[in-house]
Every structure is written in structure tokens, then in C-alpha cells.
């Protein structure tokens, strides 16, 4: 094992592991390269407990104070980007330059939490005369981070600068496939001058999520996985009484016109299928061509066709999911799709044991079939030929997922009519990966997204907080008691 068994983070300090234990394999190569607690409620429980005690003194320090830690920070993951990106490579299997681009993700978001002072200053005005109302933004205690296995480092950086400059302690439940990463975000944060028990991190799966929906110590829970387990932590901690945010899964579908700019849309549609092995909840998993755009579609079997597993294209991230999204294919064709570019049975030179699924392109394929219907999670993209916009729309609006939508045209006009009435949260026009930037905020629609408001940007300063609102009246003088 390249790295010594992974140990949950608790009050500053890495404890023994706890409870059965987890193989980690790195799906470049199918090497065991380390293994994951699995953590039972005791360990959650302890978690709580030192979060709980460092919760008044960081709630008190001010926001100016508080976020001097993520200017640190910032610079910790700028000064680290090499290293922090090989270690993503390693346990999530995509290329170095997309762990970078996460890492620099991680850094924009953290940028936004520096300017949170600016943001939360709170409103003060007089109502009436010598009545003053004023609002304050206060934290709500210990909060509970559930994270995805595809972004190891930019996911969990979604919500600890802006959860914790805002005053709240934290518990990061990591996937339990990229456990490793996660650790070195705590190692920074420390690094920084977080004080011990502001930031936790309990290793596990389902006894440790659930052990966090039900403890009555948790204020706040956000979770970004599939939408099978949104929909789980949703109910049970909000039957528990706490606030939850909870990011599903995604279909995105990316609406061709025949008048789109040929290159410019062959080389967006096939980036955004295939960056991150498609295992990213933007990425394009159904074209739908309107009318002719075969012109099109040739080119974007050329882009696909130069994305070689291991060179540019990264792993899969288990053996598991690399047999279910070549199943989705296989059975597409037995459906009467026509497969353009087939990347099943992929095999790389070195690394024979990896996870890797090439670039896939199938074209014929119908609204019915289960692979336009559910969420594939690999570089494998659907064409859906249908010949008018509002076609196209309807199917994308029958989805149950609305995380992404995007239209290629040259026309502003049916660009906008088109944006207007897709279903999503994230809308591209030209973009094949229209991921808002702060300080525009993140989330999808339908069951892409459980709960109000978005993870990131300005919407989540509503998330990680509670309103004060405090009426104050210095004038005795004034007779009335109310309205005065
Ligand atoms: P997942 O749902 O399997 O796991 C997410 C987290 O839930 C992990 O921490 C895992 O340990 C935990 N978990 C798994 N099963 C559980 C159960 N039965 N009970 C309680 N907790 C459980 O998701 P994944 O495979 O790690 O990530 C891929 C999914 O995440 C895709 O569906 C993708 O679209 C989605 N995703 C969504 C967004 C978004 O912004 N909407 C972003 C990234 C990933």
C-alpha cells in the first residue's frame, strides 16, 4: 500500500481508525493504495463533541478575523497545486491538468469566502421615528459536509471557506473511494491557523451519514452525491429538524441547432462528454440534433476519437462502474443505437488493470431507452435527432434531473427561447460545462437538487446562517408603544 491506512480528524489530531475497514484502489493502474474506517456513531459522536467546543470562540471571533485563515489557505492550495493534484489523480483516476482545474475551483471558492466580511455586514435602519431595526447574520453552529467520490478536493471546498468564515464548525464526511485528499484539505486548513475543532473530518458511508443525519448536536447537513442518496439525507435530517441542501444526480442535455458554429460546438459538446471520464454532474450525456447537423456530428466524432484513455482521457473510478457504463452501451445497440465511436473493452499499455472507458459516441438513440433516460456517469454521449426546438425542448423537460441544459446556436433569438424554457438550474449558451462563477452560485433544479438556495456563491450565505433582527427605541419621550 503506497499510503498508510487513512484516519479520521478529530480536534486537530488524526485518531486510530475505528471500526471495519475499506480498500481504496486508484483507478489508474487497479493498485490497493490504501484503506478507509469505516466510522461507526461513537466516532460521529466525538466529531460533535469537538466541534461543539470550538463552536463559541470562532462564532465570536469576527468575520475579518475569521477569514484571514482562508487568505492562508488560498495560498496553501496555490503553494500545493502540484502535489494536491497528483494525490487526486492517484485516488479518482482523472488527468492532472482536471485534478489543477478542480484545485483551482477550490481556490475561487475560497477568494469568495475571503470577501464575506463585505457581504455580511448586515442593514440597520431607522423604521420609525427613534426606532431602529437592525438584522445580523449569525451562525448556526456545528454543520455537516457530505461529499461525492468525483471531486475529492473542489466539492468538500464548496462549503468549508464559506460555511466556516461565517462562523461554523464543521464535519466533512468524505467518499469513502477518495478518502485521501480530503486529509490533506484538513492538513492546509491547520496549517493555516484554523484553530482545533473547527474543521473534522469522520471517514465511513452509510453508518457515519446516518449517524450525522440523527445526532441531535448537527445544525445544517449539505450533501452532494446521486440523487438516490440526496433524496435519503434529505428526509432524514430534515425529519431530524436540520437545515439540509442535498445535490442529486444529473442527465444534461445539450440541444444542437443547425445553424451552430461547426468547430466551436464539436470541440464543447466533446469536451464536456468526455472531461473527467464524464463523471461530473455537468457534463453533456444527451445530444439532441435538431433538423441537420450531420456536419456536426462527423466532427465531433473526430474530436472524440483524438481523447486516448491514459493519455487525456483519465479512469473510471471503480471496476464496478466501469462494467455498468459499458452495460448502458451494449445494451443501447441491442436497442437499435448505432454506436460512432466505441470506447468499451479499452485496455491501457502499463496499466492493464485500471478503469478506463474511452469516448463514446451513439447516435439513433430514443427518448425510451434507458440510457437517455438515466444518468451514465462515464464519456459516453447520446444523440437524440428529433427536427424542431420545441422537440427538443420537451424531451429535455421530461427529465426528472435539471442540474444542466445548453443550446448551440448562432441565433440570439432562439438562443433565448430555447433558455427560457429548458428545465435546469444551469443554463450554457455556446458553453458545454456552464458552471456559474462566484460569486454566481451552484445547483440544479428538479431532483438535481433538494432544499432552497444553491451550495455556493451568494445564496449559500443564506444556508450557513441565521437572521438576528433587533428593534431598539431610545426615545421615552415618545408615548407610543408600537409604530411609534
Ligand atoms: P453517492 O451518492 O454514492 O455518494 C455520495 C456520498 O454519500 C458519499 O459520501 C457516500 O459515502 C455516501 N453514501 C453512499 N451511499 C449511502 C447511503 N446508502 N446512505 C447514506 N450515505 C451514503 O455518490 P458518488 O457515487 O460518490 O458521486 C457521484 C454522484 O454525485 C453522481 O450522481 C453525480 O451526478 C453526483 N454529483 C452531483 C453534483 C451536483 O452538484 N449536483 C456534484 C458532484 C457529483
Known amino acids: 500500500m503506497k499510503y498508510p491506512t487513512v484516519t479520521n480528524f478529530i480536534n486537530g489530531e488524526y485518531g486510530a481508525a475505528n471500526g471495519q475497514l475499506l480498500d481504496v484502489y486508484s483507478p489508474l493502474n487497479g493498485d490497493l493504495i490504501s484503506k478507509v474506517p469505516l466510522s461507526s456513531a461513537e466516532v460521529v459522536d466525538q466529531a460533535v463533541i469537538a466541534a461543539q467546543q470550538a463552536f463559541p470562540d470562532w462564532a465570536k471571533t469576527p468575520t475579518k478575523e475569521r477569514v484571514q485563515v482562508f487568505y492562508q489557505y488560498k495560498y496553501l492550495l496555490d503553494k500545493h497545486l502540484d502535489e494536491l493534484a497528483a494525490l487526486i489523480t492517484e485516488e479518482n483516476g482523472k488527468t492532472i491538468e482536471e485534478a489543477k482545474a478542480e484545485i483551482k475551483k477550490s481556490i475561487e471558492v475560497t477568494e469568495f469566502a475571503c470577501s464575506l466580511p463585505q457581504l455580511t455586514s448586515g442593514e440597520v435602519e431607522q423604521v420609525s421615528?427613534?426606532?431602529?431595526?437592525?438584522?445580523?447574520?449569525?451562525p448556526l453552529g456545528v454543520v455537516v459536509s457530505i461529499t461525492p467520490f468525483n471531486f475529492p478536493n473542489m466539492v468538500p471546498n464548496w462549503t468549508i471557506p464559506n460555511a466556516l468564515a461565517l462562523g461554523n464548525t464543521m464535519i466533512l464526511k468524505p467518499s469513502e473511494q477518495v478518502p485521501l485528499s480530503a486529509n490533506r484539505v484538513a492538513d492546509l486548513l491547520a496549517e493555516a491557523g484554523l484553530p482545533k475543532g473547527v474543521f473534522n473530518v469522520v471517514h465511513g458511508s452509510r453508518e457515519a451519514v446516518e449517524a450525522l443525519c440523527d445526532h441531535p448536536g448537527i445544525k445544517a447537513i449539505t450533501f452532494v452525491g446521486s440523487t438516490k442518496v440526496a433524496k435519503i439525507v434529505y428526509r432524514r435530517a430534515t425529519a431530524n429538524l436540520k437545515r439540509a441542501l442535498t445535490l442529486g444526480g444529473a442527465k444534461n442535455h445539450l440541444i444542437v441547432l443547425p445553424d451552430a458554429n461547426e468547430e466551436m460546438t464539436a470541440s464543447?459538446?466533446?469536451?464536456?462528454?468526455?472531461?473527467?471520464?464524464?463523471?461530473?454532474?455537468?457534463?453533456?450525456?444527451?445530444?439532441?440534433a435538431v433538423g441537420p447537423v450531420d456536419g456536426i456530428i462527423e466532427k465531433l466524432c473526430e474530436e472524440a476519437r483524438k481523447i486516448i484513455p491514459g493519455k487525456n482521457l483519465g479512469g473510471i473510478i471503480s471496476k464496478e462502474a466501469k462494467e455498468r457504463i459499458e452495460g448502458y452501451i451494449t445494451e443501447a445497440e441491442a436497442q437499435g443505437a448505432k454506436i460512432l465511436v466505441d470506447g468499451r473493452g479499452v485496455v491501457v499499455?502499463?496499466?492493464?488493470?485500471?478503469?478506463?472507458?474511452?469516448?463514446?459516441?451513439?447516435?439513433?438513440?430514443?427518448p425510451d431507452m434507458r440510457i437517455a433516460?438515466?444518468?451514465?456517469?462515464?464519456?459516453?454521449l447520446s444523440i437524440i435527432r428529433v427536427s424542431s426546438v420545441d422537440e427538443a425542448i420537451e424531451i429535455e423537460n421530461s427529465s426528472n434531473y435539471g442540474n444542466a441544459a445548453a443550446v448551440f446556436t448562432q441565433s440570439g433569438g432562439l438562443a433565448r427561447y430555447v433558455a427560457e424554457r429548458v428545465s435546469a438550474g444551469m443554463i450554457g449558451v455556446n458553453i458545454g460545462v456552464p458552471v456559474p462563477r462566484e460569486p454566481f452560485s451552484f445547483g440544479g433544479w428538479n431532483e438535481s437538487k433538494f432544499g432552497s438556495g444553491d451550495i455556493t456563491g451568494k445564496s449559500s450565505i443564506e444556508f450557513w446562517t441565521k437572521l438576528k433582527k433587533t428593534t431598539t427605541k431610545w426615545n421615552p419621550e415618545a408615548k407610543t408603544n408600537w409604530m411609534s
Not at 129 to 138: L, P, Q, T
Not at 279 to 285: D, F, I, T, Y
Open 129 to 138: 421615528k427613534g426606532v431602529e431595526c437592525r438584522s445580523e447574520y449569525h
Open 268 to 288: 464543447n459538446v466533446a469536451a464536456s462528454m468526455s472531461g473527467c471520464a464524464g463523471q461530473r454532474c455537468m457534463a453533456a450525456s444527451v445530444m439532441i
Open 349 to 366: 499499455e502499463g496499466k492493464e488493470n485500471g478503469y478506463y472507458v474511452g469516448p463514446t459516441v451513439i447516435d439513433y438513440v430514443t
Open 373 to 380: 433516460r438515466e444518468e451514465v456517469f462515464g464519456p459516453v
